[in-house]
Nanobody, 115 residues
Framework: QVQLVESGGGLVQPGESLRLSCAAS????????MSWYRQAPGKEREFVAR????????NYADSAKGRFTISRDNAKHTVYLQMNSLKPEDTAVYYC????????WGPGTQVTVSS
């Protein structure tokens, strides 16, 4: 069965960096685009970044452009989100997403940006 497991979240100060990872299993990882979403307290889940199956094309939410970088390692079945210059408004649960006939989500990893 499809499984997505995020890791790498934590508590950081404004301006610091984090690298999130999402380990995927149960499907042919290299065939599918992958995405990151986030959900802040009291807000709807929102798109953060997406990467195509071979990693040749990426797109980002305006809030992530210039600070976040999505990448993938198809040999390791893992997608990453490098987050730099973090801001308090980046505080959220971050979710890995794949669409394989339907939407699949991981359980999420908490990112808290606070001084």
């Amino acid at each position: 069965q499809v499984q997505l497991v995020e890791s790498g979240g934590g508590l950081v100060q404004p301006g610091e960096s984090l690298r999130l990872s999402c380990a995927a299993s149960g499907f042919t990882f290299s065939v599918y685009p992958m995405s990151w979403y986030r959900q802040a307290p009291g807000k709807e889940r929102e798109f953060v970044a997406r990467i195509t199956s071979a990693g040749g094309f990426t797109n980002y939410a305006d809030s992530a452009k210039g600070r976040f970088t999505i990448s993938r390692d198809n040999a390791k079945h893992t997608v990453y989100l490098q987050m730099n210059s973090l801001k308090p408004e980046d505080t959220a649960v971050y979710y890995c997403h794949a669409q394989i006939r339907r939407d699949y989500w991981g359980p999420g990893t908490q990112v808290t940006v606070s001084s």
